[in-house]
């Protein structure tokens, strides 16, 4: 018996990504919180953290983002990748 893999809807992936960017642009310079708050409601779960970066995740669209946070703890920047694109392998 061969199973498939479920393969993630592409639309869901590239809408949530699109979502995702919009919540967090105006999060620039804002506590870290403002990014938690945008982005619970599309999904995503916050999955770990420390002072340079915390990460959020949506399984359901296989999407993952990177917050980069400043010195203050204010978001500096984000990076949104698909589970795909994330390099898991040991370094």
Known sequence: MVVKA???????????????????????????????????????VQ????????????KEAEVFIMVELDREQRVADFTILRFGEMDLKPR
Do not use: I, S, W, Y
Request: aromatic fraction near 6%; charged fraction near 20%; proline fraction near 8%.
């Open 6 to 44: 479920e393969m993630v809807d592409r639309t869901l992936q590239q809408e949530t990504e699109a979502q995702a960017a919009e919540a967090l642009a105006p999060c620039r310079a804002q506590p870290v919180a403002c990014a938690g708050e945008q982005l619970a409601p599309l999904g995503f």
């Open 47 to 58: 999955k770990g953290g420390n002072p340079f970066h915390v990460t959020f995740e949506n």
